[in-house]
């Protein structure tokens, strides 16, 4: 019988792309990060999976990790899905849900002499979104559906919007912020037929007002950018997550192994912060 898991790594991932740029994982890079992942014998846990780790309902594998991916950039579903599908790996998306659009699915490469539509860096990424061009950089609901049994789909609110940063006055903040995590919920239930529980929250902000406000709203697991070591003690409302960098591949390896034992984890978050 195999040994549960003393800690669960989370990974954070936004763009895996040809385009280098913030926060982007070449397609190579991220390839060799997934045939560690599957060589190694890491158990890829759904978003419920790993709530039922934190609250005790579930007996994650002793080396078991969840993988996600912010935002929901189409290059997601042309350079990151293969990849997880070729090593039978599961992963997340934390979706904008206002973001996504309508339309088929794009081909891939195999599929069309002409490639894959552009998939820029980060900074072009979020200038196409402001100029009313997110379907140029954007998943479409089509490419959500096609990707279903191997990613999942949950909430990064439905406007990615920084309500602290909008309103002064505390009450219309807290209105906004319900109705878009609402807005998002909603869409999640229309388009792919169920609720989410899950939130992460956009540029990792959050206070006990959001928190409480989340709450109310049917979320259970809040997903932040604190890079610290996810226990069967860990409060669902304060999950960590680990920046996945483009780097060799010793890097990777050593924060699988830290970040999957508690003690060791604790030492080296507390040592280099978060």
Known sequence: MRRAAQAVPVLMYHHVSPAPGLVTVSPESFRRQMAHLAHAGYTPLTADQFLGFLEGSYAAPRKSVLITFDDGYLDNYAFAFPVLKAFGLRATIFAVTGWLGDGPVRRDRLETEKGWPDCPNHRACMEAVAGAQADRVMLRW?????????????????????????????????????????????????????????????????????????????????????????????????????????????????????????????????????
């Open 142 to 274: 089509s490419e959500v559906e096609a990707m279903q049994g191997v990613v999942e789909v949950h909430s990064h609110t439905h406007t990615h919007t920084r309500w602290d940063k909008v309103h002064a006055d505390e009450r219309q903040r807290d209105a906004a912020l319900a109705q878009d995590l609402a807005d998002s919920r909603e869409t999640l239930r229309a388009r792919l037929g169920y609720a989410s529980a899950h939130l992460c929250w956009p540029q990792g902000y959050f206070d006990a007002r959001y928190q409480a406000i989340a709450r109310a709203t049917g979320y259970r697991a809040l997903y932040t950018t604190d890079k610290h070591v996810n226990t069967g003690s860990t409060a669902p409302e304060d999950v960590g997550r680990i920046v996945i960098k483009d780097r060799r591949d010793a890097w990777f390896a050593r924060r699988m192994w830290l970040y999957s034992h508690a003690r060791w984890g604790r030492i080296y978050t507390a040592l280099r912060g978060k």
